[in-house]
């Protein structure tokens, strides 16, 4: 019913800023919030931001104050602003919504931090 689709990552040097973009479509109306995770190979997903319908924030402690969880609802798409990237921010980025019921994923996007 929910389809996601990530993009924007890339390479990018340590120090660096890169922004992810989400695209919902389907049966949007029914998205309770939506978040952005990320897995390193041979480590577990972590939640790295959320944001509710209406509006509430929640960031992994890991990324306060160098990452911004934003949407633009004219367009159903969530964004990632990441800057000040580390090379223990590579990985690959999910963006994941909660519907009634339901759980969607997309099929994530890859980001590496390196010199």
């Known amino acids: 019913q929910v389809q996601l689709v990530e993009s924007g990552g890339g390479l990018v040097q340590p120090g660096g800023s890169l922004r992810l973009s989400c695209v919902a479509s389907?049966?949007?109306?029914?998205?309770?919030?939506m978040g952005w995770y990320r897995q390193a190979p041979g480590k577990k997903r972590d939640l790295v931001a959320t944001i509710t319908s209406g509006g509430s924030l929640n960031y992994a402690d890991f990324v306060k104050g160098r990452f911004t969880i934003s949407r633009d609802n004219t367009k159903n798409t969530v964004y990632l602003q990441m800057a000040s990237l580390k090379p223990e921010d590579t990985a690959v980025y999910y963006c994941s919504a909660v519907a009634v019921l339901y759980r969607y994923w997309g099929q994530g996007t890859q980001v590496t931090v390196s010199s």
């Open positions: 389907g049966s949007i109306a029914s998205i309770n919030a």
